[in-house]
């Protein structure tokens, strides 16, 4: 199983729902947040310049926002990302 790390804030609905995805999945994550500007920096540029939240890191790939990782579980696919 990849090692993920989602970078959300408070009270972000999309962060909430993609955190619910991961939950309901029964999967570990470690949850990054970055209301402080470092954090936001670091957050912007490892995901090449988006300044939204949540973004999804499995391992070192960046899988995006809440959008992507509901169209990868749309798309059958991330219950194969999840088990590699």
Same mark, same amino acid.
Do not use: W
């Given at each position: 199983?990849? =090692? $993920?790390?989602?970078?959300?804030?408070? *009270?972000?609905?999309?962060?909430?729902?993609?955190?619910?995805?991961?939950?309901?999945?029964?999967?570990? *994550?470690?949850? !990054? #947040? !970055?209301? %402080?500007?470092?954090? =936001? %920096?670091?957050? !912007?540029?490892? %995901?090449?310049?988006? =300044?939204? !939240?949540?973004?999804? *890191?499995?391992? #070192?790939?960046? $899988?995006? /926002?809440? #959008?992507?990782?509901?169209?990868?579980?749309? #798309? /059958?696919?991330?219950?194969?990302?999840?088990?590699?």
């Amino acid at each position: 199983m990849p =090692r $993920i790390e989602m970078y959300t804030t408070p *009270f972000c609905g999309f962060c909430a729902a993609a955190k619910s995805l991961l939950q309901d999945k029964g999967v570990a *994550f470690t949850e !990054v #947040d !970055v209301t %402080a500007p470092e954090a =936001r %920096a670091a957050m !912007v540029q490892r %995901a090449n310049g988006r =300044r939204t !939240v949540p973004q999804i *890191f499995f391992d #070192d790939a960046h $899988i995006g /926002g809440y #959008d992507d990782l509901a169209a990868l579980e749309r #798309d /059958g696919k991330l219950d194969a990302m999840l088990a590699a």
